[in-house]
C-alpha cells in the first residue's frame, strides 16, 4: 500500500480514518512527514503507545485498530505542542487526537474518573457535580449585587460567562470575586446567567464527548438568546475557546473576549486604581487554550506590567513552548489515571521552572491552574513560598479600595 492511500481494514478504521477529512485540514494528515516533531514535544509521549506520529504511521499501514484498542489516548492533555511544531500544520489535537478519543471513548474503554465527570456534566450541567442552582452561590454575600439576567430583566453591554471552576470551586471562586470587584470599580454594565449557564462543553468535547458538547452548547445558546448583551467575557481560556471556535459552528455566535484582552483594553481607566502589591517578581503561565490555541500572549504580560512595582520573569518555556497544566483535554478528571502511568504530575514540571526564576508569584490566566499548582508546589522542593494567583487576584489586590 501507498504510504499515504487510504488504509483497507475492517471495523471502524476506515471510518476513523475518513472522518479527520471533516475538521479543518484534516486531509493534511496524508502529508505527515514522519518527522517525530509532534511526539517529541508531547509532554507524555514518552509512555504513550501511540503518541500522534507514530498513530499516524499505523493508520497509513492501516492497522489503526490496535491504536485504538490502547488506553493511552488518554495521558493526551490537548495542550496544542504537537500541533504548535507540526511542519505540516496538521490538526493534531483538534482533529487526530480528539477523534482517537472519541473512538475510544464508544468502544467503553474510558477511566472510570472520566466517566464520573462526563456523566455529571449530562446530569447537572457541571462536572464537579453541584447543584444548578447553586451557580450563583458565590456571589450571594456580595454588595452591590452581581446582576443575575433572568432577574434583573435589562439589557447590558457585557455577559459575564463565569464557567464551572469558577462558580464551584472554593479557590477559584477567590479568582471570580477579584473579577468581580475590578468590574465594579470599572463601572462595567455586566450580568451573568447564574443558573441558566451550564457548562461549556469544550473539555468534555477534548475529551472525546462531542455529543454531550453539543447539547451543553445548545442550552447555552438557548440561555444567550433569551437576553440581551453586546459581548461575552470569560475567565475560562477552555470556554473562550469554545464560544470563540466552537460554538458558531453550531450557529451560536456571539463576540467573546477572555477577562485578560477585556481588562487590557481598559488599561487607562485601570492604571490610575493600582497602587501596587510593593516589590514583587512574577512569572507568568501561558495557559494552553489562551496561548496556543488563541494566540493571546500579550493582554495578560500587559496587565501583569501595570502593575506598579511587579516585575516580569519569563520562565524558559513560555509563549507558544509554555508546558502544559495536565488540566486540558479531559487531563484535569484523569489525575489518578495519569498518575498510575507516569508517577509524575505536568504541574510540578512547571512548578520546577517557576521556582527556578526566582519569582515571588506564579501568575496564571485559566481556572483550572491555582488549585492545580498550589497542589503541585506541595510537592516541589523549594515551592514552599511561591504564590500563585490568578492576573485579576493581582490587579484587585493592587487597586485602591
Ligand atoms: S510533527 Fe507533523 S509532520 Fe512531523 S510526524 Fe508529527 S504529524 Fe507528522
Ligand atoms: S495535544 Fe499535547 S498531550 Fe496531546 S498528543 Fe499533542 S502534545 Fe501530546
Known amino acids: 500500500m501507498a504510504a499515504n492511500a487510504v488504509p483497507h481494514s475492517p471495523s471502524f478504521t476506515n471510518t476513523f480514518y475518513e472522518s479527520l477529512f471533516d475538521v479543518a485540514d484534516g486531509e493534511n494528515i496524508k502529508s505527515c512527514l514522519q518527522c517525530a516533531n509532534c511526539s517529541g514535544v508531547c509532554p507524555f509521549g514518552f509512555l504513550m503507545d501511540f503518541p500522534p506520529g507514530r498513530m499516524i504511521a499505523w493508520m497509513r499501514a492501516g492497522i489503526l485498530d490496535e491504536v485504538l484498542g490502547s488506553d493511552s489516548v488518554w495521558m493526551c492533555v490537548s495542550c496544542y505542542a504537537c500541533t504548535e511544531v507540526c511542519p505540516k500544520k496538521i490538526p493534531l489535537t483538534p482533529g487526530l487526537m480528539t477523534r482517537a478519543k472519541e473512538e475510544v471513548l464508544l468502544a467503553g474503554n474510558v477511566p472510570t474518573e472520566l466517566q464520573s465527570a462526563l456523566e455529571f456534566s449530562q446530569r447537572y450541567g457541571n462536572p464537579l457535580g453541584e447543584s444548578p442552582r447553586k451557580r450563583a452561590d458565590w456571589a450571594a454575600d456580595l454588595r452591590p449585587e452581581v446582576p443575575i439576567m433572568r432577574k434583573a430583566r435589562r439589557p447590558v453591554d457585557v455577559l459575564w460567562f463565569v464557567g464551572d471552576y469558577p462558580s464551584y470551586h472554593p479557590r477559584v471562586r477567590q479568582t471570580t470575586r477579584a473579577l468581580y470587584k475590578i468590574l465594579t470599580a470599572l463601572g462595567i454594565d455586566y450580568g451573568i446567567l447564574g443558573p441558566d449557564e451550564n457548562s461549556d462543553g469544550d473539555t468534555q468535547r477534548l475529551a472525546g464527548e462531542r455529543g454531550l458538547f453539543e447539547v451543553l452548547a ?23 475557546n469554545a464560544l470563540k471556535n466552537e460554538y458558531p459552528k453550531l450557529g451560536i455566535e456571539y463576540p467573546v473576549k477572555h477577562h485578560t484582552e477585556f481588562l487590557a483594553e ?26 496556543r490555541a488563541n494566540k493571546v500572549y500579550d493582554p ?102
Open 266 to 291: 481598559r488599561l487607562d481607566e485601570l492604571k490610575p486604581r493600582l497602587k501596587g502589591n510593593g516589590e514583587l517578581k512574577v512569572t507568568y503561565h501561558d495557559p494552553c487554550y489562551l496561548g
Open 218 to 240: 445548545e442550552k447555552n445558546g438557548k440561555a444567550f438568546s433569551c437576553y440581551e448583551f453586546k459581548e461575552i467575557i470569560t475567565t475560562d481560556p477552555h470556554a473562550y
Open 300 to 401: 495578560p504580560r500587559a496587565l501583569l506590567e501595570a502593575i506598579p512595582g511587579l516585575e516580569l520573569m519569563e520562565m524558559p518555556h513560555n509563549r507558544t513552548t509554555s508546558l502544559c497544566c495536565g488540566g486540558g483535554g479531559g487531563g484535569m478528571w484523569l489525575d489518578g489515571f495519569q498518575w498510575e502511568k507516569a508517577h509524575v504530575r505536568l504541574s510540578e514540571w512547571r512548578v520546577r521552572e517557576a521556582v527556578n526564576t526566582g519569582a515571588d508569584v506564579l501568575a496564571v490566566a485559566c481556572p483550572y491552574e491555582p488549585p492545580r499548582f498550589e497542589d503541585a508546589a506541595k510537592m516541589v522542593s523549594g515551592a514552599g513560598n511561591l504564590v500563585v494567583k490568578d492576573i485579576v487576584e493581582l490587579l484587585a489586590d493592587a487597586m485602591e479600595e
